[in-house]
Nanobody, 128 residues
Framework: QVQMLESGGGSVQAGGSLTLSCTAS????????MGWYRQTPGKEREGVSF????????GYADSVKGRFAISRDNAKNTLYLQMNNLKPEDTAMYYC?????????????????????WGRGTQVTVSS
């Protein structure tokens, strides 16, 4: 069964940087648009960023624009999330997933396609 594998989380001080990685066995990530999501206890999972299948388009939550960058290395079958200038409110468990891009009245978002593919996530903790 396909399962996403996230890594690269850790504990940093505000203003620091981390790079998250995501891969999956038996799932070519470049066959899909891919998204990064995050969740804190008691809250719903929220979309952070997405990269379209073509790799030509990206999307970011307003809260991370200008600080985070999503990318993909097809040769390594790995999705990345470069996170700079981290803030305490970025503290969360981060997940990646194949997603489908949706056009809405407020812009584009990428909704997860396969709920059974969720991995364990990687924890990011930012201290002030």
């Amino acid at each position: 069964q396909v399962q996403m594998l996230e890594s690269g989380g850790g504990s940093v001080q505000a203003g620091g940087s981390l790079t998250l990685s995501c891969t999956a066995s038996e799932l070519p990530l470049d066959d899909y648009s891919m998204g990064w999501y995050r969740q804190t206890p008691g809250k719903e999972r929220e979309g952070v960023s997405f990269l379209t299948r073509s790799g030509r388009n990206t999307g970011y939550a307003d809260s991370v624009k200008g600080r985070f960058a999503i990318s993909r290395d097809n040769a390594k079958n790995t999705l990345y999330l470069q996170m700079n200038n981290l803030k305490p409110e970025d503290t969360a468990m981060y997940y990646c997933a194949p997603c489908g891009v949706m056009e809405t009245t407020t812009g584009r978002r990428c909704d997860p396609l396969f709920p059974s593919y969720w991995g364990r996530g990687t924890q990011v903790t930012v201290s002030s």
